[in-house]
C-alpha cells in the first residue's frame, strides 16, 4: 500500500491492488458519515479514464469496519475474471458474470461493455 492520505484512521484515500492477471488497479476512496449518527459509507471508485470498478460499502460501526468491508469486495472482485478479448470482441470464460450496470451498459472485469455487445455476448453463449 502507498503512503497517501487518512480519510480516518485506517482508511487511505488512495490503494492499489493486482488482480488476478498481474494488472495494477489504482483506487480512490472516499467515505461519508451518514447524518445522525447513523453510520459511515465508503465508496472506492478506480482512477482509470472512462467506466472502470466501482465498489461500496456501508456499516453502523465505524469508517474502519466500513473500509474492511470495501477492502473484501475489491480482492473478491479482482480474484477472477469473467471476460476474454478476441478481436476486440468479449467472450465468456464460463457461465457467469458479475459487474455492475449502467445506463450506456454494464461494467465487468473494469471495461464498459455497450449493451448491444453484451446481448451478442449472452446469444452466442451455449445454452441461449
Avoid at 60 to 81: F, V
Wanted: glycine share 10%; hydrophobic share 40%; aromatic share 12%.
Amino acid at each position: 500500500m502507498s503512503k497517501s492520505k487518512m480519510l480516518a484512521p485506517g482508511v487511505p484515500e488512495f490503494r492499489e491492488y493486482v488482480d488476478c492477471a498481474n494488472t495494477l488497479h489504482k483506487f480512490k476512496n472516499v467515505l461519508y458519515e451518514i447524518p445522525s449518527g447513523m453510520g459511515f459509507w465508503i465508496w472506492a471508485t478506480e482512477r482509470v479514464d472512462g467506466p472502470g470498478y466501482q465498489f461500496k460499502s456501508a456499516v453502523e460501526s465505524s469508517p474502519y469496519i466500513a473500509y474492511l468491508g470495501l477492502h473484501k469486495k475489491i480482492q473478491d472482485a479482482l480474484s477472477q475474471k469473467h471476460l476474454v478479448w478476441q478481436s476486440d470482441q468479449p467472450s465468456m470464460l464460463n457461465g457467469k458474470l458479475a459487474g455492475t450496470i449502467r445506463h450506456d451498459g454494464v461494467v465487468i472485469d473494469g471495461k464498459l461493455i455497450g449493451y448491444d455487445d453484451f446481448i451478442g455476448l449472452l446469444t452466442t453463449h451455449e445454452g441461449f
